[in-house]
């Protein structure tokens, strides 16, 4: 066990300053453990938000010695033993207090995002996908949205006018991943990327990708093909040669047409250049499931008064399983019986 020196942002949406802190750091312990340390003995009122302790549920992410990081998977050993740690919140998201930042900007992109829009003839349960389409977006499903890509982006860390246009490097990869989407049913997430999530802001600095803890290659394997589909669809010679006859909406329309013959954003392709992708459903077999079966193309998903997908996999008619605190226990538990003592009178 040894003395570090810690320094940590105190402070609310009144203002704050940086104040010093001497703490003791056992072998093998991380940031988040030393956070937690000072709480329990100096100073109780040190607000920091965390959850799992295990780089799961994204709560813990804080800017240490000026990098975004997470709190509970840095190290103290990573830092030399006189090195003085500073621990301050993510610069680009408003101070609630202390460690903690207001992340609501996040979810108001993610809910400008539009939702995975599945063919409405497949039912919940009856979408199949080729293994190799499962994997290339695999590597997107593994964002913890801890938010840490959005914090480092210097299209909004300094410039919050830029916040209304740009929904940053975490939505991109949500605009991939459901590009890529063989079962997504529309094709215009280039021109959302581009018009709505503001993606030409973004000028391949790749810092996001260097602080994702799930190292996840945002720009290689997201932001730059998500570019490239908006440049094909921009430079299409048939749309160059529409811009140069046709007025500008009559130009957007043709692309959109133009781009969906193709089989553009993820699709599978068009045989015969008929309009529409091509989906595969699965049909049961003595053998198994055929994948092979060809289907007609899908008609645009069926959207409710609001213009979003009804929730038609959470409203599965299914019973949940059961609870891990007992039929008898009713929530809100009460906050006394929330600590190992509980567990015990229970055993
Ligand atoms: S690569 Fe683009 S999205 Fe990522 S941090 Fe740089 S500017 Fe932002
Ligand atoms: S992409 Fe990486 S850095 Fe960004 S929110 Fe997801 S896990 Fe965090
Ligand atoms: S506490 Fe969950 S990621 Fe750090």
């Given amino acids: 066990m040894s003395k570090r020196e810690f320094r940590i942002w105190r402070g609310d949406t009144e203002g704050g300053e940086l104040t010093d802190y001497q703490v003791e750091v056992n072998e093998g312990e991380v940031v988040l453990d030393v956070i937690h340390r000072l709480q329990a003995t100096q100073t109780p009122d040190l607000a920091c938000r965390w959850n799992c302790k295990a780089g799961k549920c994204g709560s813990c992410s804080v800017e240490i010695n000026g990098k975004p990081r997470l709190a509970c998977m840095t190290r103290m050993s990573t830092f030399e033993e006189e090195e003085t740690v ?19 900007y996040n ?18 349960g009856e979408y199949r996908m080729q293994q190799v389409d499962v994997e290339r977006s695999q590597e997107f499903r593994k964002c913890i949205e801890c938010f840490l890509c959005q914090t480092v982006c ?13 929904s940053g490097p975490r939505m991109f990869i949500r605009a991939a991943e459901l590009d890529m989407h063989p079962l997504d049913d529309r094709t215009d997430r280039a021109e959302q990327a581009s018009h709505q999530q503001g993606i030409g802001y973004c000028n391949i ?9 799930e190292h996840i290659k945002i720009t290689d394997n997201a932001i730059i093909p998500m570019k490239e589909r908006v440049v094909d669809r921009r430079y299409d010679p048939l749309v160059w040669l529409g811009r140069k006859i046709l007025r500008r909406d009559q130009v957007e329309q043709q692309a959109t047409a133009g781009s ?12 015969g250049g008929e309009a529409g992708p091509v989906h595969y459903a699965a049909e049961p077999t003595p053998g198994g499931l055929s994948f092979a079966q060809e289907i007609p193309a899908p008609q645009p998903p069926v959207l409710d008064a609001d213009g979003k997908l009804p929730m038609t996999e959470t409203r599965f008619d299914k019973p949940g399983p059961a609870s891990p605190f007992g039929e008898d226990v009713t929530f809100p538990v009460d906050p006394q019986q929330l600590n190992y003592r509980y567990w015990q009178a229970q055993a």
Avoid at 110 to 121: H, I, K, V, Y
Avoid at 205 to 213: A, F, Y
């Fill in 260 to 271: 969906a013959a193709a089989g553009v954003s993820g699709s599978p392709g068009t045989p």
């Fill in 154 to 166: 210097h299209v909004i860390r300094d410039h919050e006018e830029n916040k209304e246009a740009f």
């Fill in 86 to 104: 500073t621990v301050t919140p993510l610069r680009t998201f408003p101070i609630i207090r202390d460690l903690v930042t207001n992340v609501s």
């Fill in 205 to 213: 600095t790749k810092c996001c990708t260097e602080v994702c803890p």
């Fill in 107 to 124: 979810y108001t992109k993610a809910r400008e995002t539009p939702a995975f829009a599945p063919p409405p003839e497949l039912a919940p």
